[in-house]
C-alpha cells in the first residue's frame, strides 16, 4: 500500500505491449500481472497462491487498483506472462522500469559507490549419478521420440528397451558391484548407438532428427563412451571434457558442475550488485546470472555495461579479488570511469613467496626507451612484445649474461640454470595500473574504505532467506535469470518502504557470546 501512495502505478502496459499480439482476445493489463509477480517473490508464494492473494486481500486489490469486488484471475495467467518475458528477452523490466522510477525521485544515484559479489545457486533439477546420467538421457530422449514419431520407433525399439527404459533409472535400483553396474553401463551405451545408428538411416524421419535431446544424446555419449576399437568402453574420468562442456541432467542441459572453496553444487551462479553510500537507500541496481563454472571476473565488464545503459554507473565500484586483474583495472577507468575497488593478487614468485630477493617491482622500466635497470643498475639487454600462456599480450624482458653471471646478488635475483633474468610484464597501461592497486590496497584509507563490501554479504543472506535466490525455482539459465531479476526487484521494494518509514538498516548481528567477551 505505501509503495502505491508513493509510486502510483510502477508499470505501465506500454512497457510489456511487444511481448503480446496485436490481434486477438484482450489480455489482463500487463502492469497488473507485472505487480503481481513481484508481490508473489516478495512473499514467496506459489502462482495459485498468488492468485488467491489477489482475490482476497484488500491491500493487494490497492495495490493493483482493484474494486473490493474484483473477481481476479486464473493463477496460469501468471507463468504464461513470466513466459513472455522470457522468450522476449524482457526479464531486466521488472528491476529497470522500477529503478527508473526511483532515480526520478532521486532515491538510487549514479557516481556514487556500488558492490558486488556472487552466489551459487542450485539447479531446479537433481544432480545424477553418471550411471544414471547416461540412462536418463536415453530415457529422455526415447520419451520425446515416442511423441514425435511413435510408429518409428516401435519399428526401432528393440525388445528390452521397453523394460529397461519405462522408469526412471535410481541409483539405488541399479547393479550393487561395480563390476555388474559397469556391465550394465555398457548395455546402456550400446542401446544409445543402435538409437543414433537408426537415426543417421537414410530413412529417419525428420520430426526425429530435429528433436532436442537427439543431439544431447549425442553430446553424452560423445563425452562418456568411446567405441572406436573393436569393443565398446566407459571412459575414464582423466578423459572427460571440461566440466563447463559436460552435461550434468537431460533435464536442465544448462545446468553445470562447479566448486568454490568447500561448496560443491550443480546449477548457476548469480552476482548481484547494489549502491552502498552511507546516506542514501541501499537498492539492487543490477543482478547478473551465468554458469555456475564462469569465472567472477568475465562478470566485472558486463556489469559495468549493463549499469552504464542504466545510467547508473558508480565512482568506486567494491569487490573481491575474483572481480579484479590488471585488464579489467584499465577499462574500467578508461570506458566508464569507474575506480575497481578490491584487493589485488600479489605476484607469485619464490621471491615474494619467501620475502627475500628481487621481485619485479624491484626493477626500474623505462617506457620510453625500452628497457628495464635491476636493482644493481644494470640495463636489460632485449625487450620484446609477445604473449602469455592465455594469450594476453606480455612484454619479455631479458638481461645480458655479461651481467647476470658475474653479478654477487644473482642467487638472489634467478634460480635459473640460465645466469641471465628474464621479466615478464604487462604492458605500460596495466602494468603502473596493477602496481598503483598493490600500493593502495596497503594503505589504512584503503582498508577503511574497503569495510563497505562486506554489507553485500547481508544482501545475499536476504535474498536466500526471503526469496530463495539460491535455489532456482526454474529450469534453464533464462529462466533462472528471470527468478534473480524479480527476486531483486523484489527486495528492492522491502528495502524502499522501509527506507521511506524511516527505518534504520539493520547492524551486523553479534552472538551473545560474543557481546559478553567484547564486555570483558
Not at 520430426?207 to 532436442?212: I, M, P, R, T, V
Not at 534453464?476 to 526487484?489: D, E, F, K, M, Y
Request: with cysteine; charged share 25%.
Amino acid at each position: 500500500m505505501r509503495l502505491r501512495d508513493e509510486f502510483g502505478m510502477l508499470y505501465q502496459d506500454a512497457d510489456f505491449a511487444d511481448l503480446f499480439p496485436k490481434r486477438g482476445q484482450p489480455a489482463l493489463p500487463a502492469w497488473r500481472l507485472a505487480l503481481v509477480t513481484v508481490l508473489q517473490f516478495l512473499e514467496n508464494v506459489s502462482d495459485r497462491q498468488a492468485a488467491d492473494q489477489v482475490r482476497g486481500r484488500i491491500d493487494w486489490k490497492y495495490a493493483l487498483g482493484l474494486e473490493l469486488h474484483d473477481a481476479g484471475f486464473h493463477f496460469s495467467v501468471l507463468s504464461e506472462f513470466r513466459a513472455r518475458l522470457v522468450k522476449g528477452e524482457a526479464e531486466y523490466r521488472l528491476l529497470d522500469r522500477m529503478l527508473d522510477h526511483f532515480q526520478d525521485r532521486g532515491l538510487v544515484k549514479a557516481r556514487g559507490k556500488q558492490r558486488t559479489d556472487s552466489t551459487h545457486v542450485l539447479g531446479a533439477v537433481r544432480d545424477l549419478h553418471l550411471a544414471e546420467l547416461v540412462g536418463e538421457t536415453l530415457r529422455a530422449t526415447l520419451n520425446q521420440l515416442a511423441d514425435l514419431v511413435p510408429e518409428w520407433l516401435t519399428g526401432v525399439a528393440q525388445p528390452q528397451w521397453f523394460k529397461r527404459y519405462a522408469h526412471r533409472v535410481e541409483d539405488t535400483l541399479l547393479p550393487k558391484t561395480e563390476a555388474k553396474r559397469r556391465l550394465y553401463v555398457l548395455d546402456i551405451g550400446a542401446d544409445g548407438y543402435a538409437l543414433l545408428d537408426a537415426l543417421d538411416a537414410p530413412d529417419a524421419p525428420c520430426d526425429a532428427l530435429k528433436a532436442s535431446r537427439v543431439a544431447l544424446l549425442r553430446q553424452v555419449w560423445d563425452t562418456h563412451f568411446d567405441r572406436s576399437g573393436e569393443t565398446l568402453r566407459w571412459k575414464e574420468g582423466t578423459e572427460f571434457p571440461p566440466v563447463g562442456e559436460r552435461i550434468q541432467s537431460p533435464y536442465d542441459p544448462e545446468m553445470h558442475f562447479s566448486t568454490k572453496r568447500s561448496t560443491e553444487w550443480s546449477g548457476y551462479k548469480v552476482h548481484l550488485t547494489e549502491t552502498c553510500d552511507d546516506d542514501e537507500a541501499h537498492l539492487v541496481t543490477h543482478v547478473h546470472t551465468t554458469a555456475a563454472m564462469d569465472y567472477d571476473g568475465s562478470s566485472t565488464a558486463v556489469i559495468h555495461d549493463k549499469l552504464a545503459a542504466k545510467n547508473l554507473l558508480p565512482s568506486k565500484h567494491f569487490v573481491d579479488a575474483a572481480y579484479t586483474d590488471a585488464e579489467l583495472l584499465v577499462s574500467s577507468a578508461k570506458e566508464h570511469g569507474v575506480q575497481l575497488m578490491g584487493p589485488i593478487r600479489q605476484v607469485s614468485t619464490w621471491q615474494s613467496r619467501q620475502g627475500l630477493g628481487y621481485d619485479t617491482a624491484q626493477f626500474q622500466i623505462d617506457w620510453e626507451q625500452q628497457h628495464a635497470i635491476c636493482p644493481q643498475g644494470k640495463i636489460s639487454g632485449s625487450w620484446r612484445p609477445g604473449y602469455n600462456e592465455v594469450k594476453h599480450p606480455i612484454i619479455r624482458i631479458r638481461f645480458r649474461r655479461s651481467d647476470c653471471g658475474t653479478c654477487p646478488t644473482r642467487t638472489l635475483c634467478t634460480a635459473a640454470k640460465d645466469p641471465r633474468r628474464t621479466l615478464l610484464i604487462l604492458h605500460q597501461a596495466e602494468y603502473e595500473a596493477l602496481n598503483a592497486a598493490r600500493v593502495l590496497m596497503k594503505t589504512p584509507a584503503f582498508k577503511f574504505s574497503y569495510r563497505v563490501r562486506a554489507g553485500i554479504e547481508g544482501t545475499i543472506s536476504q535474498g536466500v532467506h526471503c526469496v530463495g535466490l539460491r535455489q532456482s525455482r526454474y529450469i534453464g539459465l533464462a529462466r533462472t535469470r528471470l527468478h534473480h531479476v524479480v527476486s531483486a526487484t523484489a527486495m528492492n521494494v522491502s528495502r524502499i518502504v522501509a527506507w521511506l518509514d524511516g527505518r534504520p538498516r539493520a547492524a551486523t548481528r553479534v552472538s551473545s557470546f560474543s557481546r559478553l567477551l567484547q564486555a570483558v
